[in-house]
Structure formats: C-alpha cells, structure tokens
T-cell receptor, first 110, second 119 residues
Framework: GEDVEQSLFLSVREGDSSVINCTYT??????LYWYKQEPGAGLQLLTY?????DMKQDQRLTVLLNKKDKHLSLRIADTQTGDSAIYFC??????????FGKGNQVVVIP | DSGVTQTPKHLITATGQRVTLRCSPR?????VYWYQQSLDQGLQFLIQ???????AKGNILERFSAQQFPDLHSELNLSSLELGDSALYFC??????????????????FGPGTRLTVL
C-alpha cells in the first residue's frame, strides 16, 4: 500500500498555532484527510482537501497541499486544550479505503 | 457520537483463542470497513464490505475473516490469536463505497473501537 509519513510529537502553548506535517506517496490520491483521535475515542474527520486545491481554510484549521513534494500540512490557529489529541493524515485509495500516517500527538500546555 | 457502535469495548483473551468483534454501522450506511491500530504498525486497513459483499482487502491475515450480514452489521473474526494481534480494532461506515464521487457520500465515520489484549 501507499506510505504516509508523519512526525510523532508536538508540544504547543495554549493560544499559539500548531503545524503538523505529513508526506504521502500516491500522487493519484484524489482526497487527503486530517483525522483527530482523542483518548479512548474513535477517529473524527476534521477536514479534507481535494487534490486540485493548494489550500483550504476551515475556521481555525488551514490545510496546505504541495502536490509537487507530496506534502500536506495542518495548521491549527489559537490552539486550545481541547485540541490535545493524536492527528492522522490519510489518503484515499481505491474503493474508498484510507491509508493513514503514523499519527502526530499534539499536547497543548495551558 | 459517530453513530457507529462496536462491541465489546475491551476483550482480553489468551493465545490460540478465537474472538469475534461486532460492528453496527450508522443507519443508512451500506459500507463497513475494519482497521487495526497497533503501536508498531499504526492504523492499517483490513477489509471493506459493501451491502453484504466483500469490496476490498488490505493487510488482513489469513487467520482473520469478516462478513457483513443482511442487516448490514459486520463481524470480524480473529482466530489462532497471537500476542502480536493485541491492538485496537476500529470499524467505520460510509454511505458509499468510493465509486460515486463526493466527500459526504464517502466519508467514513469511525466507531470507538474494540481493544483486544492477547495474553
């Protein structure tokens, strides 16, 4: 399957911005996603970007896509304690299955 | 609450045993997916069913099998369990199976997972 890579851990102060990065390998992916996993919970779709877009803004979330470098990032503005979670990027493969990165744990310090 | 339910929440068993994990999709969703989340492998796609039929297979071991019933709930059967099978198993559901474009139609909603511990 396709390989999606993420860095592992990010610590950020409440009110600052967080940026999480991800690289993917399948240049034919049509959709790229960001999921959030809180402790003891399943994954929640946060936002997505279509492959023909460079940027998407959704309230405090900004997704940037660099197709040439196969690089995806998620910026969370004004990070809150409720943003503490593990964030996964994912790309859509055939038949709607998702290939996930290893996840990036974000810890927000009050 | 995503509307996807999974039972049991926790399962502790011994090596060599067989277990069944159950998933009920959101009302109206026809597609069910199973994923395994472990520390060393991360989140991996196992298998997908759509309206009762197997649609796609991922890194699913031969010791594992699944099915989707006429009422659309799904079961994942894990047999001859090994220590390395200890993981969080997620089920997700979506309306479509990816053939029709549209994020909302194909968005996957995840259940809370079943944590399997093999001792």
């Amino acid at each position: 399957g396709e390989d999606v890579e993420q860095s592992l851990f990010l610590s950020v102060r409440e009110g600052d911005s967080s940026v999480i990065n991800c690289t993917y390998t399948d240049s034919s992916s049509t959709y790229l996603y960001w999921y959030k996993q809180e402790p003891g919970a399943g994954l929640q779709l946060l936002t997505y970007i279509f492959s023909n877009m460079d940027m998407k803004q959704d309230q405090r979330l900004t997704v940037l896509l660099n197709k040439k470098d196969k690089h995806l990032s998620l910026r969370i503005a004004d990070t809150q304690t409720g943003d503490s979670a593990i964030y996964f990027c994912a790309e859509k493969e055939g038949n709607n299955r998702l290939a996930f990165g290893k996840g990036n744990q974000v810890v927000v310090i009050p | 609450d995503s509307g996807v339910t999974q039972t049991p929440k926790h399962l502790i068993t011994a090596t060599g045993q067989r277990v069944t994990l159950r998933c009920s999709p959101r009302s109206g969703d026809l597609s069910v997916y199973w994923y395994q989340q472990s520390l060393d492998q991360g989140l991996q796609f196992l298998i997908q069913y759509y309206n009762g039929e197997e649609r796609a297979k991922g890194n699913i071991l031969e010791r594992f099998s699944a099915q989707q019933f006429p009422d659309l709930h799904s079961e994942l059967n894990l047999s001859s369990l090994e220590l390395g099978d200890s993981a969080l198993y997620f089920c997700a559901s979506s309306v479509g199976a990816g053939g029709t474009p549209g994020v909302s139609y194909n968005e996957q909603f995840f259940g809370p997972g079943t944590r399997l511990t093999v001792l």
